[in-house]
């Protein structure tokens, strides 16, 4: 089984700072991108920032230039380092992973259960 745990959530006022971490563990024999996703309320999941194992990154228009990913491809974790957080940024933080459990695995996406980020202006 794999699981991914997200850590790092809280509240925060505009303009501050947080930073979440996710650890995937489990069978896992390698990981393909990371990324992180979030969904606000009445709103759908959308993405916020991936990761390549490469380390080649993806950002959502409305958060260049203030969060930033990144990962440790031997302790299989990705964090996310949000500054100057805007109100709008209040939403449920997912983790996501698409790797493959075995070397004759299919690719998997799997998810964390999320982690409340809630700016406050």
């Known amino acids: 089984q794999v699981q991914l745990v997200e850590s790092g959530g809280g509240l925060v006022q505009a303009g501050g700072s947080l930073r979440l971490s996710c650890a995937a563990s489990?069978?896992?024999?390698?990981?393909?991108?990371m990324g992180w996703y979030r969904q606000a309320p009445g709103k759908q999941r959308e993405l916020v920032a991936a990761i390549t194992s490469g380390s080649e990154t993806n950002y959502a228009d409305s958060v260049k230039g203030r969060f930033t990913i990144s990962r440790d491809n031997a302790k299989n974790t990705v964090n996310l380092q949000m500054n100057s957080l805007k109100p709008e940024d209040t939403a449920v933080y997912y983790c996501?992973?698409?790797?493959?459990?075995?070397?004759?695995?299919?690719?998997?996406?799997?998810w964390g259960k999320g982690t409340l980020v809630t700016v406050s202006s």
């Open positions: 489990g069978s896992i024999f390698s990981i393909n991108a």
């Open positions: 996501n992973a698409n790797l493959r459990e075995r070397l004759w695995s299919g690719l998997g996406s799997y």
